[in-house]
């Protein structure tokens, strides 16, 4: 007889750390400046695409580690 399939459920810890790509854009004293400029852009537009980065690079961290064995 085989066993019943589980309810899937998203409790994992790591889900947790789908809170910093949200809450690091909000700190604003970390682009709060003029300087340094880099290529001629201000900081702030560095900061942005770092953002992205920041958020992708969270978003595939939790997929991998919350994913479970597909077959």
Known sequence: MAEPE???TDRSPW???LLV?????LLTFLYN???PR???FPLFYWLQL???LLGVGT???VYQM???GRS
């Open 66 to 68: 919350t994913k479970r």
């Open 59 to 61: 978003t595939t961290l």
């Open 15 to 17: 889900n947790w750390l």
């Open 33 to 35: 400046h003029d300087e």
């Open 38 to 40: 880099i290529a001629g």
């Open 21 to 25: 790509p949200i809450v690091v854009p």
């Open 50 to 52: 770092s953002f992205i």
């Open 6 to 8: 589980r309810p899937r």
